[in-house]
């Protein structure tokens, strides 16, 4: 969020709030919010009953420019003041500010209090306020509780008859209260929109064929337990339902409107379903935000008078959304075949093409869906509000995703994070090819393309990424309703040897291990196996220490009984509940699933296994310990802001101060500007030195001839130094350093993405980052744990704990550089590129030997720390 703009956000009831600084022409609202205050109100806020002279002057204040030394902040829903909330620095370098809070009477207890707040102290932050601080009286409980909510490092003093609160303006700590308050607002703002009591489809037609005549057909027949109504030029009944001319004479209030009229008209049956007291909407109806400026706008509107009246909106442009709840029974789309069983994988989807197919596969696969819900433009709600609704969601029991795009991508890696750890998430980001990536200016911001990016954020929220909708398919199928692998070991077993080798080699690729059993692994005991046998063999394996997971393979023959096989193992996966099990059935029919416990039967063993490697990884990461902010003595956050101020390359003595402030170390190195002084640089340093360019723009210095190794005394320096410098931009010079050697080089560094935020790289250092592309990126902030699974997540690992004998890195020391460098970036977000290539390590520690520093103004960035809704912006305008 920027200094001046507005942020939409949810009250605990889920109403609309619109947080935004105060302007002079709020003025008259603001005497209306007071003069509507009961005495004791107004006591409770000024410690008086006070004039209309000292309201005048309160208002006034409010009203003032905002300014480093004043903030004031209004809640509005609708046209209706709510709430204010302000910040007076006592002067104009202090880090603390005085606070006051005032919410109408009719208001409180929905926690808008407590809403303001959090954007008046983010408000602050920016500003350089470290702490807000209060006066409250004893007998105000409410704004008692409302700073005590606040939690983390909130506190409170009695002194003289009078109680001071006071509240850090940036705490991490508060982050889980901050989302318990986001997830209860969602489910609250959600509840009209996927369990309506009533629903009402705009645009039903009687001609079949038609979106809103379908639409109306899906929800009679699939038994929606709540009232429908149709809406219809003529008015008369369709498919047996009541039908209106205009919403506006649907007896009130309608829970839901789906909305299938042309894009030009939607507008106006939005706004007559404002007046019926409409608290949700799906627009099915396209020409909006994908058909150019014109429809752009279109949205725009739509989801500004959305917002201003209080309704949530699904699309425009989507298939509409189905609720399986058995209370519910909401098939609010237009998908071309029956909604499939209730289950519990919950299904988001911005392509209407992928959700058929979705749709289509789990009611062939019959592992049953919970809720589904096609985002379409995504105008509103969102892939954010959907995870934060399914996170206490009891019917939901896995989640699958298909996104094009993120709105607030710093939210979702925080909060799909959270899901993670009670419930698999599965999401297929499309758009992996290389076209259209940003190639930086050093080796860390090319690397940190978009795709790298998202893997990246996926890897540290642990959501499965399959590579295709094929895999997504597979993966969900594995990851719903059924146990998690408690190891990598596999264990296969069937009648069909090769496609038992084959499972095996698709194992071992993925990462599984398949160890030597007993009788043999993989177990093939021949087409002509009994089904008895097949099952005790079965019954023997899955009983083993040894099996994490089990892979039965069933080949059909005209000599054998696949179906009493299937019903023989069928037993025995429901005799072993915990177990993670696929099963693989070739050249029969059966149902897509085995047994009482639904295992999922594949046609081939290369799917069954990623489905299981997909399954094996997800419970590793939910085993890892998340870890917990690292503490990082000698930090000078202070020092580097001072210093990281302007814009383009820096050169290497500013870059070496800025990393000093935050205890990273480079190389020293002694700028020349003639063969002279470089000379003397080296004699001072000692030899061999290495001369290079001091143009802090020139890339790959060793390509371009701007590096000059092994020099051994002045003459070599000197005659070196005219190709060196003559590499970079003219008057640059050289930098002349001492060189030096270690077992292994890195490179490590920081890119700044304005959605996502920054990410750390580590990777294989020197002329070989690019070729052999070997490297880990984190996205920030970064937990004390991330640094030692970034270099464990390398394959030149090996390197360095010892390989062939060599001795071991100092990885504690480079574990250390990382975090820093995580603080960094978290902390200086100018920060646009830093890479430090190559980074030495060896048994002694790690140091950089080079480094690039590049700063770009800082601007509107999403904030993934406050409860806002995705934002609501003008065409031409980036959202945040």
């Known amino acids: ?38 005495p004791d109100s107004l006591r409770m806020r000024f410690f008086t009953r006070p004039g209309s002279a000292a309201l005048a002057t309160e208002v006034g204040r409010l009203c003032r420019p905002e300014s480093a030394a004043h903030l004031a902040v209004l809640a509005v829903e609708g046209e209706r003041l709510v709430g204010v909330a302000a910040a007076e620095r006592t002067d104009d370098t202090g880090h603390r500010a005085e606070l006051s809070l005032f919410v109408a009477e009719r208001d409180r207890g929905r926690g808008i209090g407590t809403l303001l707040l959090e954007h008046l102290a983010a408000r602050a932050h920016r500003y350089g306020i470290a702490e807000l601080v209060g006066e409250v009286l004893p007998d105000n409980i409410a704004m008692l509780r409302t700073a005590r909510d606040l939690g983390g490092h909130s506190w409170s003093r009695f002194d003289d008859g009078i109680i001071d609160v006071g509240l850090d303006t940036l705490d991490p700590d508060a982050q889980d209260a901050v989302d318990l308050r986001d997830r209860t607002a969602e489910r609250a703002s959600l509840r009209a929109l996927l369990s309506p009591a009533s629903v009402a489809v705009v645009g039903a037609g009687h001609r079949p064929g038609g979106v809103g005549h379908e639409t109306l057909r899906g929800l009679r027949e699939y038994g929606y337990h709540g009232t429908v109504y149709a809406v219809n030029h003529s008015g008369r009944p369709v498919a047996g339902t009541t039908a209106h001319r205009s919403v506006r004479q649907l007896p009130p209030p309608i829970d839901l409107l789906v909305i299938a009229v042309p894009a030009d008209q939607v507008a106006g049956v939005l706004a007559d379903g404002a007046a019926v007291g409409v608290r949700a909407a799906v627009v099915l109806s396209a020409g909006f935000g994908e058909a150019g400026e014109r ?92 995870i934060a609704y399914w996170y206490d969601d009891p019917a939901t029991r896995a989640v699958a995703l298909y996104v094009e795009s993120f709105g607030n991508p710093r939210k979702f890696a925080r909060t799909v994070r959270a899901l993670a750890r009670r419930k698999p998430v599965l999401a297929l980001k499309s758009g992996r090819s290389d076209a259209g990536q940003r190639a ?9 393309a978009p795709t790298a990016t998202v893997d990246a954020l996926f890897a540290q929220a642990g959501v499965v990424r399959p590579e295709n909708l094929g895999e997504l398919l597979d993966e969900a199928r594995m990851l719903t309703d059924q146990p998690l692998p408690t190891g990598r070991r596999l264990a296969i077993v069937g009648n069909a040897g090769g496609l038992g080798v084959l499972a095996a080699d698709a194992a071992e690729a993925a990462g599984l291990t ?77 149902g897509p699933r085995l047994g009482a416990r639904g295992v999922p039967v594949y046609d081939l063993p290369e799917r069954a296994v990623t489905a299981l490697a997909a399954a094996a990884e997800y419970a590793e990461w939910r085993r890892r310990p998340l870890g917990g902010r690292a503490d990082l003595p000698g930090v000078d956050t202070g020092l580097a ?84 410098a003559a590499a970079g ?67 030149a690992a090996p390197l360095l704990t010892g390989y062939r004998g060599a001795p071991p890195v100092d990885t504690v020391a480079l574990e250390d550089l990382l975090l820093r460098l995580g603080r960094l970036a978290e902390d200086l977000p100018q920060i646009a590129e830093l890479d430090l290539n190559p980074v030495l390590a060896g048994p002694d520690g790690v140091v950089a030997v080079d480094a690039k520093l590049r700063l770009a103004p800082v601007g509107a960035e999403p904030d993934s720390l406050l409860r806002r809704l995705s934002a609501a912006e003008p065409p031409g305008k980036e959202p945040s």
């Open 440 to 448: 930086g200016a050093s080796h860390t911001a090319a690397a940190a």
């Open 729 to 795: 931009r003219p008057g640059s010079g050289v930098l002349v350093q001492k060189q030096m050697t270690e077992p292994v080089e890195l490179v490590a560094g920081i890119a700044h993405d304005p959605r996502f935020g920054s990410v750390v790289l580590l990777g294989l250092g020197g002329v070989r980052t690019e070729l052999l592309g070997d490297r880990v990126l984190r996205l920030v902030p970064m937990t004390d744990l991330d640094a030692g699974r970034m270099w464990r997540g390398l394959r």
């Open 295 to 386: 429809g752009r706008q279109r949205q725009y509107e739509l989801v500004r008078f959305a917002r201003d009246h209080g309704i949530r909106l699904v699309g425009p442009n989507c298939l509409g959304l189905i609720n399986t709840d058995p209370a519910v029974r909401l098939d609010a789309s237009f998908a071309p075949s029956a909604p499939p069983p209730a289950g519990g994988l919950a299904v988001a989807a911005q392509s209407g093409a992928v959700g058929i197919a979705l749709l289509d596969d789990a009611l062939r696969a019959g592992h049953g869906i919970s809720t589904f819900v096609s985002l379409g433009n995504k105008a509103d709600v969102s892939v954010n509000d959907l």
């Open 514 to 590: 398949v160890p030597p059993g007993g009788a043999g692994n993989p177990l093939d005991l021949g087409a002509g196996v009994s089904p008895a046998d097949l099952a005790a063999a079965a019954a023997e394996v899955a009983a083993s220490d040894g099996t994490d997971m089990l892979l039965l393979i069933v080949i059909a023959t005209r000599t054998n009984r696949a179906a009493e096989i299937i019903a023989a193992l069928a037993s025995v996966v429901d005799e072993h509940p915990g177990l993670a099990t696929a099963v693989v059935l070739v050249g029969a029919e059966a």
């Open 1 to 38: 969020m920027t200094i001046n703009d507005s942020a939409d956000a949810l009250a605990l009831d889920g109403g609309i709030i619109t947080i935004r600084p105060t302007r002079p022409a709020d003025q008259r609202a603001l005497a209306g919010l007071y003069e509507d205050a009961t």
């Open 641 to 724: 802001r001072d210093l990281a101020v302007g814009c383009g390359w820096q050169d290497y003595d500013r870059t070496a101060a800025i990393l000093g402030a935050y205890g990273i170390t480079i190389l020293p190195a002694v700028t020349a500007t003639s063969a002279t002084e470089a000379a003397v640089a080296a004699d001072r340093l000692g030899y061999p030195v290495v001369v290079k360019s001091a143009d802090p723009e020139l890339v790959h210095k060793t390509d371009s001839g701007g590096v000059r190794v092994d020099l051994n005394g002045p003459a070599a320096v000197r005659h070196a130094y005219r190709p060196v």
